[in-house]
């Protein structure tokens, strides 16, 4: 894919992802449905925490793309690949596949009825479907350094641990579970829980990184690129 279309698909990822988040910005001070409460505000939501990600992410890409020729190579681009491999990529899969997984097992598990009368379908969409063909759209458009495996996980594995205790921490301090589906797990049951998560995400990593290989195959064998 040439340089300009590259650019031009960054470009419109991170504006998409930058309108959306002024979108869910833009509900602060409103009537607040069941479902929703107010502690924590979106940040106690993955989903929210994945549009401003993916929103850095692409933002990253795009003040990438204004370099050229070694510059190429810069700390930017090292961060840039980090970025998405470590994290863009299988947080935001595991955001796509667990929501309508469960969706369509219970949506009141997960995403109760009365959220639609507070966020209109293309919302839910924007945050719960899209990621994934744009995801895959970067897979296609640019190849990405991945780092040494034991420090990828090393750094999802700390991530999956703040957030959980973010989580656990808003549920001490008010009493509810940010997702309704937590409340029917006893407390093994939710150490179990919270292990699978993180195993789904480590499999959505190697996931990341094989496809980038494949699709890639010509072009990483003139990378310099970290031993695996």
Known sequence: MTSTLRRVYHVAAFSWYAFVVKCLIAKEGEELPPGIFLYGGPWKYLTFLNLLLQMSFFGLAALNDLQAGKKSESTLKRCKDLLFSVFAFPVGMFVV?????????????????????????????????????VLLGEVLVQPHIYPQTKYALAALGGVGSA???????????????????????????????????MSVVVFLY??????????????MNQMTTTAK
């Open 206 to 219: 190697v996931l990341g990184d094989k496809l980038n290989s494949r699709v890639w195959r010509k072009d």
């Open 97 to 133: 596949l667990l929501f309508w997984t469960i969706f369509a097992y219970d949506r009141e598990l997960v995403y109760p009825a009365t959220i639609d009368t507070f966020f209109p379908p293309w919302i839910n969409h924007a945050m719960h479907t899209f990621v994934l063909p």
């Open 163 to 197: 957030y959980l205790f973010w989580i656990v921490w808003v549920y001490l301090s008010v009493g509810i579970w940010v997702y309704p589906l937590l409340a029917y797990f006893s407390t093994a049951g939710l150490v179990g829980f919270f292990f699978f998560n």
